[in-house]
């Protein structure tokens, strides 16, 4: 190669490492990204390089003021450093350098650095850049509301308007807040007479302001705006405090484990279909567990169909903001559409949220479904029961029939009846004296057993109802016809007989509608009733059924009803009418032991002896140690695996486990809740427990909630849209919950939360009210 070649060479190189060097030299100011490559052919070009004009977040901290560059909208390559304004009417820029930056976009990148000539350094330095900095910060303070604006520092006047204005809101919410707890109507008719609104708000808000003086001024002020007394600010207010309450549930349940859905529909006053949705999930406090169940709000269904219901039911736990990655459990009524296996709601939710696998079939529905189907299976005491309900409808639906009952009862609370009580459960039932007949309902699982203990303890009683009704009303054909009913001696055995079997069921029916009962104890007690069932029957024939013959024929004897049995005949298709020697085998035949039997087989079909597969973590509870096998806990793992930490070290733990709580001495009375307090090294049965807790035993929750919506939407309500409906139903029925307190956290210091606050974005009080406020503290 000749010399001349070389020195060309030689500088063509040095021209080309000072071009990169001064390309490194920007990358240090703005951000570079390398190319990925072609995305049709995949080829990647080491070599391509794009340069970002945004500033390096590296450099921020050098360069304050790159922070606040953006791009002009010709060209990439141009970019204004700031977007403030470092015009000075001081300081004339005839000169364009002296707008670089500012006014005009610098593209002149080869001056843009070094120590003498380089344009960011000029510029960063300049007095007219410091000073616009100094401004800058000082905006952002105030904006970020680090300091007083120069009206909140020279207007006394302002700020105090800003309390009363804050005070004034406190105390409006405290009312609404007041009557949404005690479920008392805000709003009332239009008094023409004075112009305005007659409702319980406006009464509570004047009242009020009987003695705070701020609100009273808030509410005598002549402009009629911002006042914030008017429907849309009462629903805003009650939205409000909805938020609160349900954001407290949603935040509780998902730091905990797992959580179940349930739900239930009803049509309210205005025949519009409501589904209640509610969950159960248990939580920690005080190095304790507690398992709750907590009412989300009321939905107005379209259609009743499973798609619609299933749907919803999603929908509004998203919309909710609850971890649906947690869902574990459903409970539901036993109806086709929430629990058929092809297309039922739980089907549908199951398919789109695998894990939530595990469908209960409400226990109380259950319990009752034992109840109503054993009473049908037997002829004489589905009549019975018939006849009774028409009796307590028909003394207490007429104002005239239920007078004379009270004139007959009135001195049942002086005077001590002495009866007989031969079974517990009716001391405990009369314990504060009942005085008159309790209807038979068919929704009030109870209400059979009750009406039935009455009736029995106030037999000669309803006898002298019935006859001051005859002399008395023109019932007298009804009372006459009810009354030779009850005279009848095999009326009275069916009666005792079916309470005092019913009488056994009542104390399980009251436990599974508790919100503390856990599914392993229902089933546990529902086994042991089905054996108590068993041993009765097994002595039906010896002295069983003595003592409820004794029992029956001493009420006879008390008000002349004769001791017989029916008529037996050859061939008889419509009652009972087994071949019996003494009047007292008669009724154990035909009536005793038949509902013994339905009620046996009825309760063994709904709550099998067979532990279904979610049901296999009670087990790993030290009093079923005994039946815990290496196959029970192969299926346990099995079950289990998607929700426990280490699945394929369960046996080691197990065995582990065994022997903790033989060491430490838990007792077998240990509950599930107790067991928890244990196992913080038990990672897999901790899980295990605390799923098993999360399942719900039935929907009782659901129907409570069904109660709240009578007394809420009544006739005089019906037009009730649904967002107030929810929203008051959300105050009413968490009204004694921690939950429900919102002004423990939000009143008790004279502030709000910032759910409270967003709630009012829309309303022009709040937006300077939110501002001052931040500001304040």
């Known amino acids: 190669m000749s010399p001349k070649l070389q020195l060309l060479?030689?500088?063509?190189?040095?021209?080309?490492?000072?071009?990169?060097?001064?390309?490194?030299?920007?990358?240090?100011?703005?951000?570079?990204a390398r190319q990925a490559g072609n995305e049709e052919t995949g080829d990647i070009d080491e070599n391509s390089v794009a340069i970002n004009p945004s500033p390096n977040e590296s450099v921020i901290e050098a360069e304050p003021a790159l922070a606040c560059s953006e791009n002009t909208p010709s060209?990439?390559?141009?970019?204004?450093?700031?977007?403030?304004?470092?015009?000075?009417?001081?300081?004339?820029?005839?000169?364009?350098?002296?707008n670089e930056f500012v006014t005009i976009p610098y593209n002149d990148w080869k001056n843009a650095l070094g120590e003498k000539r380089g344009r960011l350094a000029l510029h960063s330095n300049s007095e007219r850049h410091l000073k616009a900095l100094e401004k800058s910060g000082l905006l952002l303070s105030v904006s970020d509301q680090r300091r007083p604006s120069i009206v909140q520092s020279i207007s006394k006047a302002y700020s105090d308007k800003v309390e009363k204005n804050r005070a004034s809101l406190l105390s409006l919410i405290d009312v609404i807040?007041?009557?949404?707890?005690?479920?008392?109507?805000?709003?009332?008719?239009?008094?023409?007479?004075?112009?305005?609104?007659?409702?319980?708000?406006?009464?509570?808000?004047?009242?009020?302001?009987?003695?705070?003086?701020?609100?009273?001024?808030?509410?005598e002020q002549k402009c009629s705006y911002g006042k914030y007394l008017s429907p849309l600010a009462q629903n805003e207010f009650i939205h409000c405090c909805e938020l609160e309450i349900r954001s407290k549930i949603v935040s509780r349940c998902n730091q905990s484990n797992f959580f179940s859905v349930m739900a239930d529909e009803c049509a309210d006053c205005s025949n519009q279909a409501q589904l209640s949705i509610c969950i159960r999930y248990c939580y920690t406090e005080n190095d304790a567990w507690y398992v709750t169940e907590d009412f989300c709000g009321f939905v107005e269904l379209v259609k009743t169909n499973a798609e619609t219901i299933s749907t919803c039911i999603l929908n509004k736990l998203r919309e909710w903001g609850f971890d649906l990655t947690r869902l574990r459990g459903q409970g539901y009524d036993g109806c086709s559409t929430m629990t058929g296996e092809v297309s039922g709601v739980k089907t549908r939710i199951t398919q789109e949220l695998s894990n939530a696998k595990y469908f209960v079939h409400c226990r109380s529905h259950c319990l009752n479904l034992v109840v109503v189907n054993s009473c049908q299976s037997v002829a004489v005491v589905r009549?019975?029961?018939?006849?009774?309900?028409?009796i307590t409808w028909f003394i207490s639906a007429s104002s005239k029939r239920k007078n004379i009952m009270k004139s007959v009862m009135k001195d049942e609370g002086q005077i001590a009846i002495q009866f007989d009580l031969m079974y517990d459960q009716e001391e405990g039932l009369f314990s504060q004296e009942k005085r008159l007949l309790p209807t038979l309902a068919e929704t009030r699982w109870t209400s059979r057993t009750d009406t039935l203990t009455w009736l029995l303890k106030h037999y000669d009683k309803v006898l002298d109802i019935l006859d001051e009704i005859q002399n008395q009303t023109v019932g007298n054909s009804d009372a006459t016809s009810y009354k030779m009913t009850l005279l009848n001696f095999e009326i009275l055995v069916v009666a005792v007989v079916t309470q005092f079997l019913l009488g056994y069921l009542r104390p399980l029916s009251i436990e599974l509608q508790s919100e503390n009962c856990d599914l392993v104890e229902a089933h546990v007690q529902a086994r042991s009733l089905a054996a108590s069932f068993l041993e009765i029957r097994e002595h039906a024939e010896e002295e069983a059924f003595d003592g409820l013959f004794k029992r029956a024929s001493t009420i006879a004897n008390k008000n002349d009803i004769t001791i017989n049995k029916p008529r037996t005949s050859g061939r008889q298709r419509h009652r009972a009418n087994a071949a019996a020697e003494t009047v007292e085998q008669h009724y154990r035949i035909n009536i005793f032991i038949p509902l013994i039997d339905h009620i046996i087989k009825h309760l063994n079909d709904r709550f099998p002896d067979?532990?279904?597969?979610?049901l296999y973590g009670f087990y790993l509870l030290p009093r079923y140690f005994c039946k815990l096998t290496e196959d029970i806990i192969g299926s346990i793992a099995n079950e289990y695996i998607n929700d426990i930490p280490y699945p394929d070290d369960l046996p080691q733990e197990v065995h582990r486990w065994k022997t903790f709580t033989s060491i430490k001495e838990i007792g077998s009375k240990c509950t599930i809740e107790q067991a928890i307090k244990h196992t913080q090294f038990y990672p897999n049965i901790r899980q295990i427990l605390l799923l098993l807790l999360a399942l719900p035993v039935g929907s009782c929750s659901c129907e409570r909630s069904f109660s709240a919506l009578r007394r809420l939407k009544?006739?005089?309500?019906?037009t009730m849209t649904e967002n107030r409906l929810c929203g008051l139903a959300m105050l009413h029925i968490h009204r004694s919950d921690n939950v429900g307190n919102i002004e423990d956290s939000k009143k008790s210091s004279n502030k709000l939360g910032d759910e409270l606050i967003m709630c009012f974005c829309g309303l022009d009080l709040i937006v300077a009210y939110i501002s001052d406020y931040k500001t304040a503290n």
């Open 9 to 32: 060479k030689r500088d063509k190189e040095k021209s080309k490492r000072q071009t990169s060097n001064k390309q490194r030299s920007l990358d240090s100011y703005f951000k570079v």
């Open 75 to 98: 060209t990439s390559s141009e970019i204004l450093l700031s977007p403030i304004d470092y015009s000075d009417p001081d300081h004339p820029s005839e000169n364009p350098r002296y």
């Open 177 to 219: 807040i007041t009557l949404g707890k005690r479920n008392i109507a805000l709003r009332g008719n239009w008094n023409k007479e004075i112009s305005e609104e007659d409702g319980n708000f406006m009464f509570f808000v004047n009242w009020k302001s009987s003695f705070d003086l701020v609100l009273k001024e808030h509410i």
């Open 383 to 390: 009549n019975f029961m018939a006849i009774l309900g028409k």
């Open 610 to 614: 067979d532990i279904k597969p979610m």
């Open 714 to 718: 009544t006739w005089n309500r019906s």
